[in-house]
């Protein structure tokens, strides 16, 4: 066989190793350094493992992963998940619908300083979840509410899988993070909008909370305030210049858990948990950026990427087109696999084909066919990319956000809570389109703020 049908024949048996629930890792590396040693021999595996670890791991922007994590799970142990429901409730809760909008409001901002879709669904799900049930929302609405607005976690800065999408392309995380507020806003937005329309629909699907008094109201919003300090300081430090990602982060843990011992919620054992759960979650990273380093050596090394990039720029589709067509290859690809497995294995793929239908490393923004030049289209398909990445989170049959709120709300049945995502997946869809269509609301920012 060729390079390109061994590299082609690595990339079918790695899918199907991940269908069959294979560790997305250990299926990258099991199939990188198999295929390396089929066209390359085996001893040109064990030169690359000898340094590709610490020449991966050692890259200053990766400091900055572990620290967001650690920083999201001590919030999600200090009660901000609760504060920040209670004060959205008490301005949105009186409405029909009204708890359902507020819990969405809490997803957003528990997202501005979680920066993990998972950790936001499970962490709102125990605060929100009893709430709904209490004002007899409908199981689907409920369900479907949370599991949604926990694909905000993804986007709205900071976001760990936005980060490795900076690495990947070689874009800068900073600018990666302005262009990511605007679009995650209008999916809150988007969201409050289909809940309205929902119970506009189904009025008895979501009944009007009670309205707050002055006294609950004021005091719920001031609550609020450490949530908003952590993300003017962190967000807002980043972007005006006065940290890079990796101080910033580091900044908003000490903030976070000096605000998780001003009440009371710090404990010996849940500062034991959280940094657990860090050194776990990051070890996981970490060793999926091995294998798919070393996957993406394999497929070089086949010609695969460069042989994709080729066939597309002579398929005679059109720019668009063709980013129409790898973004529902990335919904598909969101059926069998995670969200980071999937930025990581789809982006060394695609991003050169979008190259070269983009005129080369040396396009402007005159001959470019998408209007725009290279550092701009990273920017502009990688907000793409996530979006269309976060449906993978609640899409079966991997749905992750779905399981999590399933296993907390375990008389729902699952298919109930996946019917309930998917008014939220259409507000999706209908996001990218008008992303597409206006690619100054993703690059707007950006440019204001460099």
Same mark, same amino acid.
């Given at each position: ?230 993300? &003017?300081?962190? *967000?807002?430090? =980043?972007? +005006? $210049? ?7 982060? !580091?900044? /908003?843990? %000490? ?26 979650? &990051?070890?996981? *990273?970490?060793? =999926?950026? +091995? $294998? ?7 497929? !070089?090394? /086949?010609? %695969? ?34 969200? +980071? ?110």
């Amino acid at each position: 066989m060729d390079s390109i049908t061994i590299g082609l024949s690595g990339l079918g048996i790695l899918i199907a190793l991940i269908a069959i629930r294979i560790p997305i890792a250990y299926a990258m590396i099991a199939v990188g350094g198999v295929g390396i040693a089929v066209l390359n021999g085996p001893a040109i595996v064990l030169s690359q493992l000898k340094d590709l670890a610490y020449g991966q791991f050692s890259t200053y922007d990766l400091t900055v992963v572990p620290l967001f994590v650690l920083m999201g799970a001590i919030a999600s142990r200090t009660g901000l998940s609760a504060d920040l429901f209670r004060a959205a409730n008490a301005w949105l809760g009186w409405m029909r619908g009204g708890v359902a909008m507020s819990a969405i409001a809490a997803c957003a901002g528990f997202g501005a300083v979680c920066g993990s879709s998972l950790a936001t669904a499970s962490t709102m799900g125990r605060v929100a979840l009893p709430e709904l049930r209490r004002y007899k929302y409908s199981p689907r609405l409920s369900t479907g509410t949370i599991a949604a607005g926990g694909v905000l976690g993804i986007l709205i800065p900071p976001s760990v899988v936005l980060i490795i999408y900076a690495i990947i392309v070689e874009a800068n995380v900073v600018t990666m993070f302005m262009a990511a507020l605007i679009p995650g806003l209008i999916a809150v937005v988007f969201f409050i909008i289909t809940i309205f329309i929902y119970v506009l629909i189904k009025p008895e699907a979501g009944p009007k909370g009670e309205a707050a008094s002055r006294a609950e109201f004021i005091s719920a919003t001031l609550s609020v305030l450490p949530v908003g300090v952590v993300f &003017a300081v962190v *967000i807002g430090g =980043i972007y +005006l $210049g006065f940290f890079n990602p990796t101080p910033a982060a !580091a900044a /908003g843990v %000490v903030m976070v858990f000096l605000f998780g011992i001003f009440k009371g919620q710090v404990t010996w054992e849940n500062t034991r948990e959280a940094l657990l759960e860090t050194a776990r979650t &990051a070890g996981m *990273i970490y060793l =999926i950026l +091995l $294998g798919a380093e070393l996957l993406k050596i394999f497929m !070089a090394r /086949g010609g %695969v990427p460069q042989a994709m990039a080729e066939w597309m720029a002579n398929s005679g589709l059109t720019p668009m087109t063709t980013v129409v067509v790898l973004l529902i290859a990335l919904v598909l690809l969101g059926c069998i696999m995670d969200s +980071l497995s999937m930025i990581l294995l789809a982006i060394p793929f695609f991003w050169p084909v979008l190259v070269e239908m983009n005129g080369g490393d040396f396009a402007t923004a005159d001959s470019s066919p998408f209007g725009m030049d290279t550092e701009d289209l990273k920017i502009w398909f990688g907000i793409l990319a996530l979006i269309v990445v976060e449906l993978g989170l609640i899409t079966p049959p991997v749905g992750m956000n779905v399981f999590i709120i399933s296993a907390q709300a375990k008389d729902v049945p699952m298919s109930d809570t996946f019917l309930g995502v998917m008014p939220f997946f259409a507000a999706e869809v209908v996001r990218v389109v008008v992303l597409i269509a206006f690619p100054a609301l993703t690059l707007w920012l950006p440019r204001v703020l460099s």
